[in-house]
């Protein structure tokens, strides 16, 4: 999961080199705090952490070739590179609530429920971004079309509402956060 965050963190750090939005610095700096997130539970559970510090470099060979493929398609133009963000939110939001259904400790879930809400946000974030340069309307890639709308309208944050996201709605407690299995 650690891994995972650098990654959303490392091509939004990459993305705002490349085209200055302020949108992908914000968000890189908010994944910081969600990769720093993952790794206070790691020390907590004393799993040790083997991700490296350098900045698009990953142990998990799926994660590399995923971060090439991404920053590639990103840097085609800016409207890629918002799309891509708001892609691995999505996918960060269906993992998140596959992995708090997965565990049974409440400090986990609560880290995760963060997270999730982190990745809510982000994605509402490059949405409004994509809509304001103009572009056609974002469709979603991953989620359902009831879940995505539920997350741009604000309405599933905190609420406990049951998206329907793999049949299971999660109660997302407002926070930082986004991504994965520690």
Known sequence: MRE????????YAYFYDLWGNTVFQ????SEDMHTQSVLSLMNQFGISDTTSAEDGVFQIP????????LTTQGSQSLQEALMVGAAI?????????????????????????????????????????????????????YLSQEAYDQIIQGSSMGNGNG????????????????????
């Open 26 to 29: 914000n968000i890189a700096a």
């Open 4 to 11: 995972e965050e650098k990654l959303a963190g490392d091509v």
């Open 163 to 182: 998206r329907g996201l793999n049949g299971q709605g999660q109660d997302q407690s407002q926070g930082q956060g986004q991504n994965r299995d520690s």
């Open 62 to 69: 799926e994660l590399q070739t995923l971060y090439d493929q």
């Open 89 to 141: 939110e999505e996918i960060d939001i269906l993992d998140l609530e596959k992995y708090i259904q997965q565990t049974e400790n409440a400090e986990i879930r609560q880290v995760y429920q963060n997270l999730a809400a982190g990745s809510e946000s982000h994605l509402q974030a490059f949405v409004r971004v994509l809509q304001n340069q103009g572009s056609e309307e974002y469709q979603p890639q």
